[in-house]
């Protein structure tokens, strides 16, 4: 699985971005998805989950309500909406998969084999 994130940027507090990981290299609608991020200094964070189906979702305490987690799987594509971004969103923003057969949504960095390279998310205020 090769996954390939982007739309990050230099925002100001109160917009609004739209993160999207392209995937390849196997069936797409197969496995459980996540965002992860990582400030500078900090370890990587849990964002939000989201099934094979698109039917459940999961989110950290700190974005629920504002970011919203998504996928096309006709188009490989996953989404991370973030809206209402303050300062503290500010990290490297990675995109995850988990293969594995009949997977929960985890939070856990240690569930998710595959991984992006990143897009930096920067909001100044």
């Known amino acids: 699985v090769q996954l390939q994130a982007s739309g990050g940027g230099l925002v100001q507090a109160g917009d609004s971005l739209r993160l999207s990981c392209a995937a390849s290299?196997?069936?797409?609608?197969?496995?459980?998805m996540g965002w992860f991020r990582q400030a500078p200094g900090k370890e990587r964070e849990f964002v939000a989950a989201?099934?094979?189906?698109?039917?459940?979702?999961d989110y950290a305490d700190a974005v629920r309500g504002r970011f919203t987690i998504s996928r096309a799987n006709a188009e490989n594509t996953l989404f991370l909406q973030m809206n209402s971004l303050k300062r503290e969103d500010t990290a490297v923003y990675y995109c995850?998969?988990?293969?594995?057969?009949?997977?929960?949504?985890?939070?856990?960095?240690?569930?998710?084999?595959?991984w992006g390279q990143g897009t930096q998310v920067t909001v100044s205020s």
């Open positions: 290299g196997r069936t797409f609608s197969d496995y459980v």
């Open positions: 989201v099934s094979w189906s698109g039917g459940s979702t």
């Open positions: 995850a998969a988990d293969t594995t057969w009949m997977s929960r949504l985890s939070r856990s960095t240690g569930e998710y084999e595959y």
